[in-house]
């Protein structure tokens, strides 16, 4: 696995652990297309999940700030739970 899918795999593995569930990337995997439909997370959960999310990408892949917060927003659109109210 290279570096960015090592990174992928932990900002996955952190969404779901800081949303309270207890699921493993290569679970996620297992799982139906459209997983991401089924959890969902609070408003204030997602802030902290983009913000560690962002200081990871620049910390693991040395990216700048642009980048990496450009990269969240892509990674959130097709990956990031739902928002529960």
């Known amino acids: ?3 960015i899918d090592q990174a992928y795999k932990e900002i996955l593995e952190n969404m779901m652990s800081i949303a309270g569930y207890d699921i493993a990337y ?10 991401w439909d089924r959890y969902t997370m609070t408003q204030e ?28 927003t892509w990674i959130e659109l097709m990956w990031g739970l739902k928002i529960s109210h």
């Open 45 to 72: 959960q997602r802030e902290r999940w983009k913000k560690g999310s962002i200081q990871l990408l620049r910390t693991k892949l040395r990216w700048p700030k642009w980048r990496a917060e450009d990269q969240m």
């Open 26 to 35: 290569e679970d996620l995997l297992k799982e139906e297309d459209g997983w």
């Open 1 to 3: 696995m290279n570096k």
